[in-house]
C-alpha cells in the first residue's frame, strides 16, 4: 500500500519500499560497488526481519498457551514476553548496524539524500 501518495516503489519492506534496492539505488544515485554492498545489507536486515516475525507468532501462542489452560501460567506469559523483548533487541541492533554501514558506504551528498528520505517519511526503517 502506498504511504504518503507516493509511488509504486512505496509500501512495506525492509527500509519501508516494495524494492528497497531498487528504490535507494535510484534515489541515491548509487554506484554499482554501493549497489552490491546495500543489496547484502538489506538481506541481512529482511533475514532479521523475518526471525522477529516468526518469534512474534511464537510468543502469540505462549500467550495463547498461558491463558489457555485451568490455571493462569505466569511463567508461560513472562517466556514469551521475554521472547518479544529479544526480540525486539535483536531487531534494534540489526536496524542500527544497516544504517551504521549504509553511512559508510555513502558520500556525503547521498547521505543527505537518504537523511531526507527518512525525515520525510518517505523511506522507514
Known sequence: ???H?????EGAGAFGVRRPLRFLAHK??????????LARILDELKTERAQA???????LAEFADAVGG???DAAKAA????????????L???VMRALQELHALLKPEQRERLAYLLRTGVLAV
Open 79 to 90: 517466556a514469551a514476553g521475554d521472547r518479544r523483548v529479544q526480540s525486539a533487541t535483536r
Open 70 to 72: 485451568e490455571a493462569f
Open 28 to 37: 541515491l544515485d548509487l554506484d554499482e560497488k554501493q549497489v552490491t554492498a
Open 5 to 9: 501518495g507516493h509511488h509504486d516503489d
Open 1 to 3: 500500500m502506498p504511504r
Open 53 to 59: 516475525a516468526v518469534d512474534d507468532r511464537r510468543s
Open 92 to 94: 534494534r541492533d540489526a
